[in-house]
C-alpha cells in the first residue's frame, strides 16, 4: 500500500521531531556540564578532605611535643635537684677540715711547725740579660718579625 503523505500534517509532526532533538541536545549538554561539575565537586571534596587531614595530624603532632616537652622539663627538674644535692655534697667533703681530718688519719700527714720551717736566704740578684745577636742582615730582621707577628696572633 502506497501512503499519502500530507504535507500539512506532517509538519507538525516533524516540529516536535526538531523540538525533542533540541531538548535532548539540550539534556546532554546539561549532562555533560553535570558530569564536569561533579568532577570539580569530587576534586574540591578531596582537597579540603585532605586540608582538613592535615590540620588535625598537625594537631596530633603539636599535643605530642606538648607532652614530650612538659616530660623533659620535669626530668630537667629532676637533675636540677640532683645536681644541687651532688654539689652540696660535694662542698661537704672538700671543706678545710674534712680535707685536713683525711690528710691527719688516712694519710698520715702532719702539719708543719716553727722548728721544721727554713728559711733561705739568696745573696745577689737573680737577673736576666739579653744579649743582643750581632747578626742583623734582612733574613734575621724577616725572621724575627716573622716570629713576633705569629706571637701577637698567638700561634
Do not use: C
Amino acid at each position: 500500500m502506497a501512503k499519502n503523505h500530507n504535507l500539512a500534517f506532517d509538519l507538525p509532526a516533524q516540529e516536535e521531531i526538531r523540538e525533542e532533538r533540541n531538548i535532548r541536545h539540550k539534556f546532554n549538554a546539561l549532562a555533560a556540564m553535570d558530569k564536569k561539575w561533579m568532577g570539580f565537586s569530587i576534586a574540591a571534596l578531596l582537597i579540603v578532605l585532605a586540608l582538613l587531614a592535615s590540620m588535625i595530624f598537625g594537631k596530633v603532632e603539636i599535643s605530642g611535643l606538648y607532652t614530650e616537652r612538659a616530660e623533659l622539663e620535669a626530668q630537667l627538674t629532676q637533675l636540677q635537684n640532683e645536681n644541687v644535692s651532688l654539689q652540696s655534697e660535694l662542698a661537704q667533703k672538700t671543706n678545710m677540715t674534712k680535707v685536713e681530718e683525711y690528710a691527719e688519719n688516712s694519710l698520715g700527714l702532719q702539719k708543719l711547725d716553727k722548728s721544721q720551717i727554713e728559711y733561705i736566704e739568696v745573696e745577689t740578684r737573680s737577673v736576666a740579660e739579653i744579649m743582643k745577636d750581632d747578626e742583623s742582615n734582612v733574613f734575621v730582621k724577616i725572621k724575627r718579625w716573622f716570629v713576633s707577628a705569629m706571637e701577637y696572633i698567638g700561634l
